[in-house]
């Protein structure tokens, strides 16, 4: 989701132990509503956050219903993070922080923690953080970013659609996608 001369922001799927099950039974059964629906939450965001910063801090300190990976841009050079959370907890990796699937100008996020290394099964971040580093920050565009994505493994079965924003001029495309055979599972 874009909004325009703000921010960015988008969401990638957690897997924790303590993760949505948990925090669905404790909202019905222990009557805990003070988390907040992640649909509940990128709607408060979208109304009510003015800035980056006003989004970070929400996104990060708000308490959620389930884990989840929020990734967000702002209009300023090196706005840009990842927000690991846990439900009740979060970690940021920043723009040029030193950290696995990052660059100065770049992070990569497939829903795994930043400071472990994939599953051998689902390397997706080596091979586009390849990708990123071999076309360099001048050719950066959001073609660029298409076409990493496009590209298999970043593209697999569980590919279910890609997003792409830019803040500066409130751009917002949105592709569903397909892997068409033979294509790995993740």
């Known amino acids: 989701m874009a909004v325009m001369n703000k921010f960015t922001f988008s969401l990638d799927e957690r897997f924790t132990i303590n993760g949505g099950y948990v925090g669905l039974l404790e909202w019905m059964l222990l009557k805990d509503?003070?988390?907040k629906w992640m649909a509940f939450i990128t709607r408060e965001v979208m109304e009510q956050a003015d800035s980056y910063d006003a989004a970070k801090n929400t996104l990060s300190h708000s308490r959620l219903l389930s884990?989840?990976?929020f990734i967000l841009g702002g209009v300023q050079p090196g706005q840009g993070t990842i927000i690991t959370r846990w439900r009740d907890n979060f970690?940021?990796?920043d723009l040029g922080s030193k950290v696995a699937g990052s660059d100065s100008w770049f992070l990569v996020e497939t829903n795994?923690?930043?400071w472990n290394k994939p599953p051998f099964y689902d390397d997706r971040r080596s091979p586009a953080v390849h990708c990123l580093r071999g076309a360099g920050q001048a050719n950066a565009s959001l073609a660029l970013i298409y076409?990493?994505?496009s590209t298999r493994p970043m593209l697999n079965k569980?590919?279910?659609y890609t997003s792409l924003m830019q803040v500066n001029d409130g751009h917002l495309g949105a592709w569903l996608r397909s892997c068409d055979d033979p294509c790995w599972p993740w």
């Open 33 to 35: 509503h003070k988390q």
């Open 158 to 160: 569980l590919t279910t």
């Open 147 to 149: 076409n990493v994505l």
């Open 67 to 69: 884990p989840v990976y």
């Open 91 to 93: 970690h940021t990796d």
């Open 112 to 114: 795994y923690d930043q």
